[in-house]
T-cell receptor
């Protein structure tokens, strides 16, 4: 149980275009999902907290207009990187919080974004 | 805010030996401490966790200990195998709802055959 999927697993796009990444909780409903960014050989950096049916909460320094988050259902959150630039190239990982107040987060397999 | 340190940053052990990774945290209100294993190119996998009302938890070859007084918790892996090679992250949070995770910088474990 507690499986989280991400799609696509990798994507290459040209500078100036937008890319959408999907995060799905497959066997549980997640009212809260999280989006992280990870640079090579570094730890996970929380970008934003996505709550179903409400606006996402962004961490300090993360541009909300550049990283659009939509949590339209209890099993799906999407991250759209708008007007992507090479510096946006990174490994993006989502996680979903297990309901019930226990606090456990289960992570997706990640999406490797390369902007050329 | 919370700050989590993790040591060592890299660890090499012989197959069959034990490995210990230690994390320290700064916020005494932290009450949930998960450990994640991340293999190359993959997302982190929750391997074990502990809450502040428990001192030790074990799951087969993996165990976690928590010292609230000293504000540190450790991951213990016994009888290491090559497939244990990965990056391990600890985290701490004061939030029962699983938000505001603060991750340690990670430990790269190599198990040598």
């Amino acid at each position: 149980g507690a499986v989280v999927s991400q799609h696509p697993s990798w994507v290459i796009c040209k500078s100036g275009t937008s890319v959408k990444i999907e995060c799905r909780s497959l066997d549980f409903q997640a009212t809260t999902m999280f989006w992280y960014r990870q640079f090579p050989k570094q730890s996970l950096m929380l970008m934003a907290t996505s709550n179903e049916g409400s606006k996402a909460t962004y961490e300090q320094g993360v541009e909300k207009d550049k990283f659009l988050i939509n949590h339209a259902s209890l099993t799906l959150s999407t991250l759209t990187v708008t007007s992507a630039h090479p510096e946006d190239s990174s490994f993006y990982i989502c996680s979903a919080r297990l309901p019930g107040g226990g606090g456990e987060q289960y992570f997706g397999p990640g999406t490797r974004l390369t902007v050329t | 805010g919370e700050n989590v340190e993790q040591h060592p940053s890299t660890l090499s052990v012989q197959e069959g030996d034990s490995a210990v990774i230690k994390c320290t945290y700064s916020d005494s209100a932290s009450n949930y401490f998960p450990w994640y294993k991340q293999e190359l190119g993959k997302g982190p996998q929750l391997i074990i966790d502990i809450r502040s009302n428990v001192g030790e938890k074990k799951d087969q070859r993996i165990a976690v200990t928590l010292n609230k007084t000293a504000k540190h918790f450790s991951l213990h892996i016994t009888e290491t195998q090559p497939e244990d090679s990965a990056v391990y992250f600890c985290a701490a949070t004061t939030d029962n709802y699983g938000q505001n995770f603060v991750f340690g910088p990670g430990t790269r474990l190599s198990v040598l055959p």
